[in-house]
């Protein structure tokens, strides 16, 4: 028999809302307001003005802003009761204030003459100070709200869901660093190796925690920018497929080329802002791992080397291969950006209209090109040297595994005659035949050639560029002379026919 439950699921969050922390907070602590409270006779209610009062010279709009209005003793009660129900210290400090006409014998009183509609100044003087009291403990903005009715959009107090959710993933990061410093704090008192392998243990731990937040942080902000990329490079297909079409028209065409490059621009946008979180996390990571191994270094100094190698050495080459790792990332996401960014300098470069301007923002395009070409060919350097580096240390724990194995002692069984040591089989260990050693020196091979390859193009664009720059001077520097040597020629030819002219007059 199957029952049907038809209440939601207790843990359900369908229908709630996410309320801000502090929702009545007051966001500029500069302003004060200043209250003025009377009675109005004529309408039987009390006439509030409240200011705001700057006590700094800066003033904005807003600073300048005031607010009024009437209100019966009703109305008080009720936005007491209201602010009391956030802040129920303030219940106590509501004043004596009178009661009105709201029962059938205050109206008789009224009609036959018994009813007082004068007000003390006493009691506007005591809601004065009430209002006052008011500000102090709820804060301007609830008091404005309640009296006033200000923000009628109830929008302002509810969370944005997706702030709400980064500033969680945020704060699981700062909650996992500080268990780090914690866990960090026990290295002083570790005082043999029995007690810093525990302290290695909670540090495994809590760096797995602290990396696995910073992840889920760094997937929340890449999620939005992966979803456009997809968008836009769905739409270029399409427009591009329509743009290529041959039975649309000139003006159809030129829209969709239009729509095409705003989704261009839109993609290019996205994979930049991608790469730059890769970026990011990459080296916030780096930093974590290079933090461990500079403990590790600072450790291998306090303990005996036989100790040392026999407890923390496999942790150390472990964590020096998780920074070369981790450096590798990096850099690798770092080249693809100046990669990118070199992509949208060729392209200014082919859509550049003809114009007076043209030579020298071509000029200036150059020279950002050949300024991202030499920063790739060095970080296409960086990642040679890492993968060298991990390439090496991979290749010393194999060969210090195999000189362990070969320096082990064999014991064997007692054998009767000479003749049957030689049916023993004498086992041999080689490093040269290992695979992994093979593999690991064709590995470095090809890093060297790479690196050499990389190096040369660098070395061929810098003399390129420099020749070319000797040229423009050269250039200049005849320009400067020929025109130097005009400008003299023309002086003396000026000065002789200064010379000449009073020889002129003479003669005439």
């Given at each position: 028999?199957?029952?049907?439950?038809?209440?939601?699921?207790?843990?359900?969050?369908?229908?709630?809302?996410?309320?801000?922390?502090?929702?009545?907070?007051?966001?500029?602590?500069?302003?004060?307001?200043?209250?003025?409270?009377?009675?109005?006779?004529?309408?039987?209610?009390?006439?509030?003005?409240?200011?705001?009062?700057?006590?700094?010279?800066?003033?904005?709009?807003?600073?300048?802003?005031?607010?009024?209005?009437?209100?019966?003793?009703?109305?008080?009660?009720?936005?007491?009761?209201?602010?009391?129900?956030?802040?129920?210290?303030?219940?106590?400090?509501?004043?004596?204030?009178?009661?009105?006409?709201?029962?059938?014998?205050?109206?008789?009183?009224?009609?036959?003459?018994?009813?007082?509609?004068?007000?003390?100044?006493?009691?506007?003087?005591?809601?004065?100070?009430?209002?006052?009291?008011?500000?102090?403990?709820?804060?301007?903005?609830?008091?404005?709200?309640?009296?006033?009715?200000?923000?009628?959009?109830?929008?302002?107090?509810?969370?944005?869901?997706?702030?709400?959710?980064?500033?969680?993933?945020?704060?699981?990061?700062?909650?996992?660093?500080?268990?780090?410093?914690?866990?960090?704090?026990?290295?002083?008192?570790?005082?043999?190796?029995?007690?810093?392998?525990?302290?290695?243990?909670?540090?495994?731990?809590?760096?797995?925690?602290?990396?696995?937040?910073?992840?889920?942080?760094?997937?929340?902000?890449?999620?939005?920018?992966?979803?456009?990329?997809?968008?836009?490079?769905?739409?270029?297909?399409?427009?591009?497929?329509?743009?290529?079409?041959?039975?649309?028209?000139?003006?159809?065409?030129?829209?969709?080329?239009?729509?095409?490059?705003?989704?261009?621009?839109?993609?290019?946008t996205a994979t930049e802002a991608i790469l730059q979180l890769q970026i990011k996390y990459f080296s916030e990571c780096v930093d974590i791992s290079t933090g461990m191994k500079e403990r590790m270094l600072a450790d291998k100094q306090k303990f005996g080397k036989a100790t040392w190698d026999l407890h923390a050495s496999g942790r150390l080459n472990r964590i020096e291969e998780r920074v070369s790792g981790d450096s590798l990332q990096m850099l690798r996401a770092r080249e693809k950006q100046f990669q990118n960014q070199r992509r949208k300098i060729k392209q200014e470069m082919a859509f550049l209209e003809e114009g007076r301007n043209l030579k020298q923002e071509l000029e200036r395009l150059e020279q950002k090109y050949y300024s991202l070409q030499v920063k790739l060919y060095d970080v296409q350097l960086k990642v040679m040297d890492e993968e060298e580096g991990l390439c090496r240390k991979q290749l010393r724990v194999i060969e210090k595994e195999l000189k362990d194995e070969e320096d082990t002692v064999m014991f064997y069984d007692a054998c009767e005659t000479p003749e049957d040591l030689e049916d023993e089989d004498t086992p041999q260990f080689n490093s040269k035949a290992d695979p992994r050693v093979t593999q690991l020196k064709m590995s470095l091979n090809k890093i060297f050639r790479k690196r050499a390859y990389i190096r040369n193009n660098k070395k061929m664009l810098v003399r390129q560029k420099q020749d070319e720059e000797d040229v423009k001077r050269q250039q200049q520097e005849d320009i400067s002379r020929h025109h130097a040597i005009q400008m003299k020629r023309d002086q003396q030819a000026t000065a002789r026919g200064h010379l000449q002219a009073p020889c002129h007059t003479n003669e005439t």
């Amino acid at each position: 028999m199957s029952v049907m439950y038809s209440m939601e699921q207790p843990d359900s969050l369908e229908g709630w809302v996410a309320i801000k922390e502090t929702p009545f907070e007051d966001p500029d602590a500069r302003t004060r307001l200043k209250f003025l409270v009377g009675w109005n006779s004529s309408e039987n209610k009390l006439a509030i003005t409240c200011h705001n009062v700057i006590k700094c010279k800066k003033r904005s709009a807003d600073d300048d802003r005031s607010w009024a209005g009437m209100f019966s003793f009703q109305d008080i009660r009720h936005a007491h009761e209201q602010m009391s129900l956030v802040y129920p210290q303030l219940e106590p400090y509501l004043p004596t204030i009178p009661e009105e006409m709201s029962t059938l014998w205050s109206y008789l009183n009224y009609y036959m003459g018994m009813y007082n509609n004068e007000v003390s100044e006493t009691v506007a003087s005591d809601i004065e100070s009430y209002l006052k009291i008011a500000l102090d403990v709820c804060g301007k903005k609830l008091v404005v709200d309640t009296l006033f009715m200000e923000d009628s959009d109830t929008d302002a107090y509810f969370e944005n869901l997706n702030d709400l959710k980064r500033r969680g993933y945020e704060d699981a990061v700062s909650r996992a660093a500080e268990h780090l410093k914690e866990v960090l704090a026990l290295r002083e008192g570790s005082i043999n190796m029995l007690d810093m392998l525990g302290v290695y243990s909670l540090e495994e731990t809590a760096v797995a925690d602290l990396l696995l937040a910073t992840v889920e942080l760094f997937h929340y902000n890449l999620q939005p920018f992966l979803d456009v990329r997809e968008v836009a490079f769905i739409k270029r297909q399409e427009l591009q497929e329509l743009v290529q079409d041959a039975d649309i028209g000139e003006g159809r065409r030129s829209q969709y080329v239009k729509e095409y490059n705003e989704w261009q621009s839109q993609y290019e946008t996205a994979t930049e802002a991608i790469l730059q979180l890769q970026i990011k996390y990459f080296s916030e990571c780096v930093d974590i791992s290079t933090g461990m191994k500079e403990r590790m270094l600072a450790d291998k100094q306090k303990f005996g080397k036989a100790t040392w190698d026999l407890h923390a050495s496999g942790r150390l080459n472990r964590i020096e291969e998780r920074v070369s790792g981790d450096s590798l990332q990096m850099l690798r996401a770092r080249e693809k950006q100046f990669q990118n960014q070199r992509r949208k300098i060729k392209q200014e470069m082919a859509f550049l209209e003809e114009g007076r301007n043209l030579k020298q923002e071509l000029e200036r395009l150059e020279q950002k090109y050949y300024s991202l070409q030499v920063k790739l060919y060095d970080v296409q350097l960086k990642v040679m040297d890492e993968e060298e580096g991990l390439c090496r240390k991979q290749l010393r724990v194999i060969e210090k595994e195999l000189k362990d194995e070969e320096d082990t002692v064999m014991f064997y069984d007692a054998c009767e005659t000479p003749e049957d040591l030689e049916d023993e089989d004498t086992p041999q260990f080689n490093s040269k035949a290992d695979p992994r050693v093979t593999q690991l020196k064709m590995s470095l091979n090809k890093i060297f050639r790479k690196r050499a390859y990389i190096r040369n193009n660098k070395k061929m664009l810098v003399r390129q560029k420099q020749d070319e720059e000797d040229v423009k001077r050269q250039q200049q520097e005849d320009i400067s002379r020929h025109h130097a040597i005009q400008m003299k020629r023309d002086q003396q030819a000026t000065a002789r026919g200064h010379l000449q002219a009073p020889c002129h007059t003479n003669e005439t």
